[in-house]
Every structure is written in C-alpha cells, then in structure tokens.
C-alpha cells in the first residue's frame, strides 16, 4: 500500500510516476521500454490513469443519429496487473467516476482486488469534449467522494448486492486529488478544502495534487489542509515541461499558473531541446526544495515520456 510505503520510508521521499496506458491497438512494449529506465530510481508505486472514451455523435443516412468513438486508452486493470508482474512495483489505477455505472465500478474493483493490486487513486473524471461540463453516468457515482464511499464500503465487506452470503471485505488503499491552485469548477478555495476535508474524512488515506510550478502554491496548500484538520500524507506532483507549446497548453488544461520567471526562460529558447532542459532544470530545483521540506514522495507526471523524469531523478535521488 502506499501508505504503507511512506511508513517504512522513516521520512526518506519515495519516487514514483504516472504513467498513460497506450492508445488502443498500441503495443505495451512501448511502454515497458519507456518505464525501464525509470526502475533504477526504485519507484514505490506507478500510477496509471484511467481514460473515458471521446465519441461523437454522427448522423446516418437514416437520420439517426450515431456514436462514433473517436479516442479509447483503454487497458488500466491489464497494465496494472503486467507492472506488477513485471518491475515487482505495487500499481495505482485510477479509477473515475464518468462513464461508468456503479456496477461496472464494483466489477472492475473485484477484477483489481483478485489481482492483488491493493492501491486505489479515486478521482471524479474531467468532462469529456462533447460534454459542456461533466455529466455523471445514469446509475453512476457524481463525485469522487460517492466512489470514495462505494471503495470505503467494499473495504468493510459491504457491496451494492446486499443478500450476498459472507461477502469477503477487499482491501483497498484509497488516494484522492488535491488543487493547490483550486479545482477549477470550486467556487472558492474555501469550498473546495471543505470536499478534501469530506475525502479524508471518509476513508481517505493520501492526496496526490494536481501539478504545480511554484512551491509556495504547495506549501500554502499543505498549511491550509493542516488548518481545517487534513492530517493525510500530501503528494506533490510534478511535471517537467518539454515543449513550447506547454506554455499554452497546460494551464488551459490543468487550470494551473506557470511562473514569469519559467514562462521568461522557455521564451528565450530557440527550440524544444532547449525548452526540455529548463523544464529539467525547473524539476530538480522544484524537487530539492520539496525534499528539503519533508515531502513524504515525489510524484512525477512523465506523460509516458520518461527521459526528462529520469535526468531529474537522476540529480535528485
Ligand atoms: P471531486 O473531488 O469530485 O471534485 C470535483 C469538483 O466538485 C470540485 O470543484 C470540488 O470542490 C467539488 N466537489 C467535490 N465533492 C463534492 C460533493 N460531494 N458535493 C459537491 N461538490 C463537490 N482524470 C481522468 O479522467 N483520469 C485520470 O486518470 C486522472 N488522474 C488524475 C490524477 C491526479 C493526481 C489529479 C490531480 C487529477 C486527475 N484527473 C484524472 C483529473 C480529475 O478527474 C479532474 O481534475 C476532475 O475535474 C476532478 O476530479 P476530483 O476527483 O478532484 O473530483
């Protein structure tokens, strides 16, 4: 368990990363051959994330009307399973709510635990393209703190079935995310601790954030969740950038800021060679503070794009 890692670490950070499972009909090779150079930092733990399939809807000859699957990563549970099979390192699938009926959940939740795969990232999900904001599934969860509840329920031998006979408990460890930036639809910081607070409360046992730039967004972070009664370990996740076109693209996604003074250096490069070494440099000046500060793990996003993690890693650990 992850939790269980941190313990036996005595206050040394662990290394760990997040890896995307491939587009479909993409061989796993690739991705093996992308995490092998990771190995020799000895992760504790490999996150691999969960993707909602992107559809359309077209309009047949008929006039019906047509859904068309435009983008599927599926294979989370299988990759999880092969890693830990593979590397001997302990996988976190991250389980979301979209798209999926609390059934479905359940099932997938049955399939990890018969695995052996003890480790659990609960998320919401993003709203996919189509969807103006996120829709919950008919008949499924609405936020992360309902899966949060179905995992938490699972964990004491409770299942949607209630006349099963003997119903064996599973044993999850439970991770939730957090915003030191805020969630983007949070009206305030405020009422996003407010549903952190219910996340650990209900059974959480650590936060992962959502990536960040500047430190101090972390460290007021942490300082607030120990305010309002969060006593959880707190993961920060790092991402280093590698393109130019990340200046752009990571705050319209990830609803984050980038600091004038990274945002002035990837300026002055003439290329994306260039931009990779000061989003590498950026990362292990982030990590060496963190470390300093007494982070229990460094998490990094590698996007299944190891090298710039493994240079960092390389300087940090
Ligand atoms: P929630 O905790 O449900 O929060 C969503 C919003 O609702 C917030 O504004 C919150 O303040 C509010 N809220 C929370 N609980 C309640 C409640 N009970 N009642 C009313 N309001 C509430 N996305 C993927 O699709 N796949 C992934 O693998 C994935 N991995 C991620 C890993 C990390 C570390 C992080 C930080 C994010 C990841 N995401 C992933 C993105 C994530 O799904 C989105 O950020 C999503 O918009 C919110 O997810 P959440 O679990 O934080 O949602």
């Known amino acids: 368990k992850v939790t269980e890692h941190i313990a036996h670490a005595n206050g040394k950070p ?5 890896i995307l499972p491939p587009l479909k009909g993409q061989s796993i090779q690739n991705l093996f051959s992308d995490i092998e150079p990771l190995m020799e930092f000895k992760p504790k733990f490999i996150d691999v994330t969960y993707h909602r399939e992107e559809y359309v809807y077209k309009k047949r000859e008929n006039g019906l009307l047509e859904k068309s699957v435009t983008r599927k990563r599926p294979g989370t549970v299988g990759i999880c399973a092969a890693l830990q099979h593979r590397f001997g390192v302990d996988a976190v699938p991250h389980l979301i709510c979209g798209g999926f009926t609390k059934e479905e959940t359940e099932n997938a939740l049955i399939d990890l635990h018969f695995l052996g795969i003890d480790n659990v990232l609960v998320l919401r999900g993003d709203p996919i393209k189509t969807e103006g904001s996120f829709c919950p599934e008919p008949g499924g969860h609405a936020y992360a703190t309902d899966l949060l509840q179905h995992v938490a329920n699972m964990n004491k031998g409770i299942y949607l079935d209630e006349d099963l006979e003997h119903p064996a408990p599973t044993n999850f460890c439970i ?82 800021d980038l600091p004038d003074d990274l945002v002035e250096e990837v300026e002055k490069c003439k290329d994306n060679k260039a931009v990779k070494q000061v989003g590498i440099e950026w990362g292990i000046q982030q990590s060496k503070e963190l ?7 460094l998490h990094y996003y590698s996007m299944s794009k190891s090298d710039a993690v493994r240079q960092i890693a390389a300087e940090v650990f």
């Not at 219910?198 to 300082?223: C, H, P, R, S, W």
């Not at 470390?291 to 793990?297: S, Y």
């Open 14 to 18: 662990l290394f760990s990363f997040e």
């Open 175 to 256: 991770g939730v995310a957090g915003y030191p930036e805020k969630h983007f639809e949070a009206p305030s910081l405020k009422a996003d601790f407010k549903y952190l607070k219910m996340k650990a409360d209900l059974g959480a046992e650590y936060i992962v954030t959502q990536m960040f730039f500047d430190n101090q967004k972390y460290f007021e972070f942490v300082k607030k969740c120990r305010e309002v009664g969060i006593t959880i370990p707190i993961i920060p996740g790092l991402k280093p950038i590698t393109t130019m076109r990340q200046l752009t693209v990571l705050p319209s996604i990830f609803h984050i």
């Open 291 to 297: 470390i300093e500060f007494g982070v229990p793990c």
